[in-house]
């Protein structure tokens, strides 16, 4: 499905927008440090990951490159960070909705239909998988808002500590439980919240 031409434009597309709102979230709240990197575009090419990329088309998991911020430059860090991981997925959740609309009403010219299916369908994997509350995804960014301030130092050192975590955690759920169990279970959530989204999205446009 990835490897369609449309999927390819969508999923260009889309990563874009996901770390052009990263990177305009944490301007507009005090931290100028992604515009002055460049990455207050939808360029694609200040967005995608070499290494990101390949990943996706030969293992199915792939990223975009990391939005550079600077949490001294927030007036309230711990919330502003929040806020600022909490765009990219926002982003991918609002382009779900405007692309349901021509999947659902332009049907009849299959190029639109075509190219809205993809970029609805790779929207909603993406706002789903990086809510996932696991370091680096933008969810772990999140939960930082909800926790107490006593637990902000344990908690920043597991946003620090949890990346090799994460790449052991998805190693074992997409080879070792697939092998054994025959199953993915994250893909598996991911898929099934991915179907129940899409069709509230599409009831509600």
């Not at 199915?60 to 711990?78: A, H, Q, S």
Request: glycine share 6%.
């Amino acid at each position: 499905m990835f490897l369609s031409f449309y999927y390819i434009v969508a999923l260009v597309l889309v990563l874009s927008f996901h770390e052009a709102s990263h990177a305009w979230t944490a301007n507009r709240l005090g931290d100028p440090t992604a515009k002055r990197a460049g990455r207050l575009t939808l360029n694609p090419l200040a967005h995608l990951d070499v290494l990101g990329t390949l990943m996706l088309f030969f293992i199915g998991i792939g990223w975009g490159k990391p939005v550079p911020i600077n949490p001294n430059n927030f007036e309230r860090p711990i919330r502003d960070q929040a806020l600022t991981a909490l765009a990219g997925p926002m982003a991918n959740l609002a382009l779900a909705f405007i692309a349901a609309i021509p999947y659902s009403y332009l049907s009849t010219y299959k190029p639109v239909f075509l190219f809205s299916e993809a970029v609805l369908d790779i929207s909603i994997v993406l706002f789903l998988f990086n809510m996932l509350p696991i370091p680096p995804l933008d969810g772990s960014k999140f939960i930082g808002i909800l926790l107490p301030k006593r637990f902000h130092p344990l908690y920043e050192k597991f946003l620090s500590k949890g990346l090799p975590y994460f790449i052991v955690l998805m190693f074992v759920d997409l080879y070792f439980f697939d092998k054994i169990f025959g199953v993915s279970f994250i893909w598996t959530a991911v898929s099934q919240l991915t179907f129940w989204l899409k069709a509230a999205i599409l009831l509600i446009v």
